[in-house]
């Protein structure tokens, strides 16, 4: 069973930057595309990055392209979400999420952490 744990969130002011951070387990993932999704209050959740497991192939939502980076640890099997230049529309809860590079839809879900952006 795949199991997800992330950390890393926090308090920021405008412009600043976290490093977010998904510790995966519970199988090999190799085939697997990770991802990070986030929800702010009374909005629905929405896709912000996602990466292969085999090969590294990256995918970013238009709101955060050039402002986030989306990595991964195949040995600490942990996936990574660096953010720079946040804004206050940034604020959400961020949660990483694990399918099958062929299925359709993302099975696995961790906790999520959250993220706040001052202005």
């Known amino acids: 069973q795949v199991q997800l744990v992330e950390s890393g969130g926090g308090l920021v002011q405008a412009g600043g930057s976290l490093r977010l951070s998904c510790a995966a387990s519970g199988r090999t993932f190799s085939g697997y595309l990770l991802g990070w999704f986030r929800q702010a209050p009374g909005k629905e959740r929405e896709f912000v990055a996602s990466i292969t497991w085999t090969g590294g192939r990256t995918a970013y939502a238009d709101s955060v392209k050039g402002r986030f980076t989306i990595s991964r640890d195949n040995a600490k099997n942990t996936v990574y979400l660096q953010m720079n230049s946040l804004k206050p529309e940034d604020t959400a809860v961020y949660s990483c999420?694990?399918?099958?590079?062929?299925?359709?839809?993302?099975?696995?879900w961790g906790q999520g952490t959250q993220v706040t952006v001052s202005s």
């Open positions: 999420a694990a399918r099958m590079v062929v299925a359709r839809e993302f099975g696995s």
